[in-house]
């Protein structure tokens, strides 16, 4: 690979970045413009031959695309505002609940679903209850978002990370629940209490006197506003999460089943003008962003420059097994906070493979493999891009005039981040040593 062109990727990817953080223009934009002018350098400037629509992954698009359908078809039919209803009465009108509650069903959710669903599931819900009581759904949003990415660290297929190196290094379901589920339910714990004092001033209610009053005026039936669209809806996303959970069996991929479930939804709509409503609720943008990051991002990697700053993580820890293990974690996550997790993961999983057959001792009880699990998981709750929930969040937000950006994101993000890393090395540090 010549040298210029991969300090032109490198310099376009950081330029992206630099537009993303100081939230100048609209980020789909950002994006696309960036994707466009790295492919028009690649094949202008170096006669690049590589196939750009071979860096997307569009088994991740079709998934979100499908899972956005189905959410879109529940939507229509007031289903969020019917499980809003029943949430508001549950918590009896207290935003404390209500946080804390949605946070764990989050975190969860998320540990045997992907983030995405579970986020797109949760987002009407939390900004249909917020409305009612009147407060600010930022505290609720972003609670939503660490949850999910912690939450998803949990097993072996809550993120796609750890399905890669559950693949990569042969580790199974149970060793997933031995290894990173304690230590994940414990994470999800802290951050909820740690993000609630950061947020605890603004979960006070403006009326409280009203909100029993206000609670008892809605009726949870009156909220349905089609229940034929609400009952096909939650039988096929029913259908859709026993195929999840049997995908490797039947030998069918997630992206497949979504859209299957998500098509089937539309099939069955009765009326035409629902049918185009529901697909245009679908997060277009979002999509279009994460496809113009994918190309960026596959760029970098075909440079060889993803590649480098593994192996170099892997060089500075001079051997030293608690080194290379905080190496891998906090390097990870940095790397993650702002590059796909994915693609990331891939690179580093032949390196640690290749570091463990020359020394296995370095890797007691598995510990390589969860320091990388750990850092390319919670590293995406770094940024307002670090990890998909966060962008389809975020989307999601901005389309009901709430802004999530880079920086307001970051001042909660990144200190919550580095708290649940702290835990996670102290944890790690135990078990490289025993």
């Known amino acids: 690979m010549h040298i210029t062109f991969t300090i032109a990727v490198i310099a376009l990817f950081t330029l992206?970045?630099?537009?993303?953080?100081?939230?100048?223009?609209?980020?789909?934009?950002?994006?696309?413009?960036?994707?466009?002018?790295?492919?028009?350098?690649?094949?202008?400037f170096y006669k690049n031959t590589e196939d750009f629509w071979s860096f997307i992954d569009f088994e991740t698009l079709a998934l979100l695309m499908g899972m956005m359908i189905i959410v879109g078809?529940?939507?229509?039919?007031?289903?969020?505002?019917?499980?809003?209803?029943?949430?508001?009465?549950?918590?009896?009108?207290?935003?404390?609940?209500?946080?804390?509650?949605?946070?764990?069903?989050?975190?969860?959710?998320?540990?045997?679903?992907?983030n995405v669903t579970t986020v797109l599931l949760m987002t009407p819900l939390i900004l249909y209850v917020t409305a009612i009581l009147e407060i600010d759904p930022m505290p609720f949003l972003l609670g939503e978002i660490m949850a999910s990415n912690i939450g998803g660290t949990a097993t072996l297929i809550g993120d796609p990370p750890n399905i890669m190196i559950g693949t990569g290094a042969g580790l199974s379901f149970m060793q997933f629940i031995k290894y990173?589920?304690?230590?994940?339910?414990?994470?999800?714990?802290?951050s909820a209490i740690f993000i609630y004092y950061i947020f605890k001033d603004r979960f006070a209610l403006k009326y409280p006197e009203n909100i029993q009053n206000k609670i008892k005026e809605f009726d949870p039936q009156k909220a349905i506003k089609d229940k034929y669209l609400m009952r096909v809806g939650l039988i096929i996303l029913f259908?859709?999460?026993?195929?999840?959970?049997?995908?490797?069996?039947?030998?069918?991929?997630?992206?497949?089943?979504?859209?299957?479930?998500?098509?089937?939804?539309?099939?069955?709509?009765?009326?035409?003008?629902?049918?185009?409503?529901?697909?245009m609720q679908v997060e277009w943008t979002t999509l279009l962003f994460f496809m113009a990051l994918f190309i960026i991002v596959g760029y970098l990697n075909s440079t060889g420059a993803l590649d480098m700053v593994a192996r170099w993580m892997v060089k500075i820890s001079g051997g030293n097994k608690i080194v290379l293990v905080m190496v891998i974690l906090w390097g990870s996550a940095i790397i993650s906070a702002f590059v796909d997790n994915i693609p990331f993961t891939a690179t580093?999983?032949?390196?640690?493979?290749?570091?463990?057959?020359?020394?296995?001792?370095?890797?007691t009880h598995h510990v390589l493999w969860w320091a990388l699990s750990m850092g390319a998981c919670l590293g995406g709750n770094g940024t307002v891009i670090g990890a998909s929930a966060n962008v389809v969040v975020s989307g999601?937000?901005?389309?009901?005039?709430?802004?999530?950006?880079?920086?307001?994101?970051?001042?909660?993000?990144?200190?919550?981040t580095i708290f649940i890393l702290l835990i996670s090395s102290v944890y790690l540090y135990f078990l490289a040593t025993l």
């Open 16 to 44: 992206v970045y630099v537009f993303l953080m100081t939230d100048m223009r609209h980020r789909t934009a950002v994006a696309m413009l960036g994707a466009a002018a790295t492919v028009f350098v690649a094949e202008v």
């Open 348 to 363: 580093m999983i032949p390196v640690i493979s290749a570091l463990i057959a020359r020394n296995p001792s370095l890797n």
């Open 180 to 190: 990173e589920t304690p230590i994940s339910i414990f994470n999800v714990i802290m």
């Open 73 to 114: 078809v529940l939507a229509h039919s007031g289903f969020f505002e019917y499980l809003g209803v029943k949430t508001l009465q549950l918590s009896k009108g207290d935003p404390k609940k209500f946080f804390f509650g949605m946070f764990f069903l989050t975190a969860f959710t998320s540990a045997f679903l992907d």
């Open 396 to 416: 999601i937000a901005k389309k009901n005039g709430i802004d999530i950006n880079f920086r307001n994101y970051a001042k909660i993000g990144a200190p919550v």
């Open 239 to 279: 259908f859709v999460i026993v195929l999840f959970f049997l995908s490797d069996v039947i030998g069918v991929s997630e992206a497949v089943i979504a859209l299957l479930g998500g098509s089937l939804a539309l099939f069955l709509i009765m009326d035409h003008e629902t049918v185009e409503k529901v697909i």
